[in-house]
C-alpha cells in the first residue's frame, strides 16, 4: 500500500487470493518491534504461530512488547 500498488488490504487480500481476515492479521505484523521480529527470523521456529506475533504487534509501543 505504501507503494500505491493496492488502495486497501481488501484490494491486496483479492490479489493474493486470501480472505481479508488472514490479510489483516499479518498486516498486523509492521507493528513488530525490530527485536522480536529478528528473533522470529534468525530462529526459524516451525512452532511459531502468527497468533503468538499478533498477541506482540497489539501494542505499537515497543516497548510494551517486549
Given at each position: 500500500?505504501?507503494e500505491?500498488?493496492?488502495?486497501?488490504?481488501?484490494?491486496?487480500?483479492?490479489?493474493?487470493?486470501?480472505?481479508?481476515?488472514?490479510?489483516?492479521?499479518?498486516?498486523?505484523?509492521?507493528?513488530?518491534?525490530?527485536?522480536?521480529?529478528?528473533?522470529?527470523?534468525?530462529?526459524?521456529?516451525?512452532?511459531?504461530?502468527?497468533?503468538?506475533?499478533?498477541?506482540?504487534?497489539?501494542?505499537?509501543?515497543?516497548?510494551?512488547?517486549?
Amino acid at each position: 500500500m505504501d507503494e500505491g500498488k493496492f488502495e486497501s488490504l481488501s484490494d491486496i487480500a483479492a490479489a493474493e487470493g486470501m480472505n481479508l481476515s488472514q490479510v489483516s492479521r499479518i498486516a498486523r505484523l509492521v507493528h513488530l518491534a525490530p527485536g522480536i521480529a529478528e528473533t522470529c527470523l534468525a530462529e526459524n521456529d516451525p512452532e511459531l504461530m502468527l497468533e503468538d506475533l499478533n498477541r506482540h504487534a497489539h501494542s505499537v509501543d515497543w516497548a510494551v512488547q517486549a
